[in-house]
């Protein structure tokens, strides 16, 4: 295990992963519960205004765009739980230098420095 992480620190932040992945699967597997279909039929039983499919287009678009953004943060999830196995956790993946327990208390699923952030 990365040596400045002791054993109740890891799984304090795997606790956390694991609360944030579960979090993540509920809002995509919502999301696609509700399809974009059933807000276009709902749409079709109004008169429609142009400008009204023009927001439920956006509303889709944004959606899909928020279950993307929450799809690669389920990667990153996975990502850093998969450290915990193997030991690498709180590694930076660039440097191999410890990252601060700080950094990881704001983001536990954090790859690098700050400083090495692109």
Do not use: C, W
């Not at 620190?9 to 956390?16: L, S």
């Not at 944004?62 to 799809?71: C, I, P």
Request: glycine residues 4%; aromatic residues 4%.
């Amino acid at each position: 295990m990365s040596n400045h992480l002791n054993k109740d620190q890891i799984e304090y932040f795997k606790k956390r992963l694991l609360e944030m992945k579960e979090e993540n699967e509920e809002k995509v597997t919502e999301n696609r519960e509700n399809s974009p279909n059933d807000n276009i039929q709902e749409l079709a039983d109004y008169d429609n205004h142009p400008g009204d499919m023009g927001t439920e287009q956006f509303e889709q678009q944004r959606d899909a765009g928020l279950n993307m953004v929450r799809e690669e943060r389920l990667q990153d999830i996975d990502d850093a739980l998969e450290k915990i196995e193997k030991g690498t956790f709180g590694l930076s993946e660039k440097s191999r230098k410890e990252i601060p327990v700080e950094r990881l208390e704001a983001l536990p699923t954090a790859r690098n420095l700050v400083e090495e952030e692109e």
